[in-house]
């Protein structure tokens, strides 16, 4: 009965989408910005800043990648935020996470313009969305990108029983608040729990983001459940695949999302939207 | 079975060691303060203004009551509010709601210094909150109300499975922050939720905080439970009461709070201890 959802095809639909906001948004003399700072050598982080500015300047968004040697002062790089948090050609700034040990990363980040904040990771910003504030701000893209899949695939949330396993600050916490503010009954569960099947046996809705193999397997849910796996990992044999037992949880779930290809491809197509609604919002 | 939790004597408890602390922190020239702003004439909110500026003198904590009449504009309410914003020997500001329709009460209110926000309703302080910000910021005075009834109940709350019921900003979000952030396993439910026994059957630890009669029956809970009750409603016979069934659940629950005499007088007692810890931290 499951049908899988398709966050590559849907990421390519809202990267379209995106490309004409991009155009309507320089027809008025805004051309959305996205500045990159990475700070060191670590390879996964250049791959990763290396795909956004590709993806940035696929989609017509300028995009500034600027590169900073291993050692680098943490002074050196408020110098640089500093003066993108001060261009106003400058839409959105996104920090590479790790930065190198002997800088306070937590305090550099603390630094970005909150409206300048892609990643929707300030304080003041996941204040607004706890508070389900009736403004414009940036939200953390991975759940962001998760309410466009239940949105296209017109997934019901309202009074839906929805459960979150992790209560990290860039996934787990900002999915509840999310969900939420949807109106869901929504539990938030530690991602090391034992029984899990206690919490998820009558879910209408899981988001895994444990980061750890067999978080849920085939006895732990009901038919026609919802499955949303954030997760990344290495199985046994060398594979990617995420949080969930796919396989078995494919013909029990009336909606799953594959590893990969399902929320990772969301993600970065929600942070290029979301330059461009910062860029928009910046407009007033 | 039933062991009543007693707010009177807590939050006399409280009242006393906050009454040590002020002396402490005047030993060393910090002299705590608490400003209330109050404009117009509603004769609820003259009573609970009085009741806090009583019990703040009883406590050796300055208190400044600002009554401005109905008529006072937002411009004069956010003159004296500035001011109180500057005034270093002002800790604590706290404008009481409701101000009267003709000024924009969220919006006045937002303008509180974060660092003397007493009531811990500021965006900037829910998103500490809300991210569990290793650092000193304040808090909604019932829910950590709350959290200081189980904490000297002793009872445990990692691992445990809590519901709170209501999401209110106030009561709801910041339990249920305050409760995921202690490790508990919390689901977050609509207060207008209809097969409520669905969700808090087999909970350890229930809020409620719906204001509405008979929210947890007898037959929606296991024995056992804790119950935390937030409501104040007027029953049938006028008489005051909680949200749950109080009577029905004595015999079930391990602990239970009444009404009147278990979450209300802990909330200002609360909000003492909170104008207390402001004066302290500002010290820094």
Redesign the interface.
């Known amino acids: 009965m499951s049908n899988i959802i398709d966050g590559r095809m849907l990421a390519k639909k809202m990267n379209q989408q995106t490309t004409d906001m991009v155009s309507e948004l320089k027809s008025r003399g805004t051309s959305p910005c996205l500045a990159v700072i990475i700070v060191g050598n670590d390879q996964a982080s250049h791959r990763y800043v290396r795909s956004k500015n590709k993806k940035a300047t696929q989609l017509g968004i300028k995009s500034i990648v600027k590169e900073m040697p291993e050692e680098t002062s943490e002074q050196e790089v408020l110098q640089v935020l500093d003066e993108y948090n001060n261009d106003d050609k400058i839409n959105a700034i996104l920090i590479q996470s790790p930065l190198p040990k002997h800088i306070n990363e937590k305090y550099v980040m603390s630094k970005i313009n909150p409206e300048k904040d892609v990643d929707g990771f300030?304080?003041?910003?996941?204040?607004?969305?706890?508070?389900?504030?009736p403004t414009n701000y940036p939200v953390a893209c991975t759940p962001k990108g998760i309410m466009t899949m239940f949105n296209e695939y017109g997934i019901e949330l309202k009074?839906k029983?929805a459960v979150v396993i992790g209560?990290s600050?860039i996934v787990g916490?900002p999915m509840?608040?999310l969900l939420?503010n949807a109106?869901a009954?929504?539990?938030?569960?530690?991602h090391y729990?034992s029984n899990i099947s206690?919490?998820t046996k009558?879910a209408d809705i899981i988001v895994s983001a444990t980061g750890k193999l067999h978080t849920v397997t085939e006895n732990d849910v009901k038919d026609g459940v919802v499955i949303i796996d954030v997760g990344q990992n290495v199985d046994e044999n060398g594979k990617l695949v995420g949080d969930v037992d796919y396989d078995d949880l494919r013909s029990k779930a009336s909606y799953i999302t594959p590893v990969p290809g399902g929320v990772g491809p969301m993600t970065i197509a929600t942070l290029m939207r979301q330059t461009v609604e910062l860029a928009k919002w910046s407009e007033k």
């Not at 300030?122 to 504030?133: A, D, R, T, W």
């Open positions: 300030q304080v003041i910003n996941s204040g607004k969305l706890f508070l389900n504030e009074g029983k209560r600050t916490r509840a608040a939420i109106g009954e929504v539990m938030v569960i530690n729990v206690d919490y009558d």
